[in-house]
């Protein structure tokens, strides 16, 4: 999820101004900078939240393969 996030963020990056100079340029480019940073540190945040829930993951999985191993074991 982080290289895709590295590669959106290049491919943004070079797309350079597109707004243009004027005042309305201006005024949507200052608000596409806003909303990208914002895109970005959302990115971010879902990208810690799945590594932490991939963790919790694999942990139940361990618990849930012990049991089933403890199971079989009694059978």
């Given at each position: 999820m982080d290289e895709d996030v590295t590669a959106l963020r290049t491919d943004l990056s070079g797309l350079g101004d597109i707004w243009g100079h004027g005042l309305?340029?201006?005024?949507?480019?200052?608000?596409?900078?806003?909303?990208k940073?914002?895109?970005f540190e959302r990115?971010?945040?879902l990208a810690e939240e799945y590594?932490?829930?991939s963790g919790k993951v694999?942990?139940?999985?361990d618990v849930h393969h012990a049991a089933e191993s403890e199971?079989?074991?009694?059978?």
């Open positions: 309305l340029g201006a005024t949507l480019g200052d608000l596409d900078t806003s909303l940073r914002r895109l990115c971010a945040e590594r932490g829930s694999g942990k139940m999985s199971i079989i074991r009694q059978i």
